[in-house]
């Protein structure tokens, strides 16, 4: 492995910090979702990583089991966006939580 073990669960480490910091601090339910698969990334670099370094292609297949989740909670994650924004008029979760932004659409 040209590059070592430890650079890559830094690598990892500093990926999933980013995306836990852009699902904490943003307002945006888009945002959010975002960090989310930063997060998702991050374990799927930890998990290539071990799988080089122990030679075995368990890692491998858990990153193609973690990107297929990643595929479907966006696909629902989204769906859930857009009903959001259609029935209150923005992405915002804690006007969507208040209700303080509920509009008369439907």
Do not use: K, W
């Amino acid at each position: 492995m040209i590059v070592p073990y430890s650079h890559v669960l830094f690598l990892a480490g500093i990926l999933f910090f980013m995306g836990m910091f852009c699902t904490v601090t943003r307002r945006n339910l888009i945002m959010i979702l975002l960090g989310l698969e930063i997060m998702l990334n991050a374990a799927s670099v930890a998990f290539i990583g071990a799988a080089l370094r122990h030679g075995n292609m368990e890692g491998h297949a858990v990153v193609i089991f973690v990107i297929a989740i990643a595929a479907a909670e966006v696909s629902v994650g989204l769906a859930l966006i857009v009903c959001a924004y259609r029935r209150t008029g923005t992405v915002d979760p804690a006007c969507i939580e208040s209700d303080i932004c509920q509009t008369d659409q439907g």
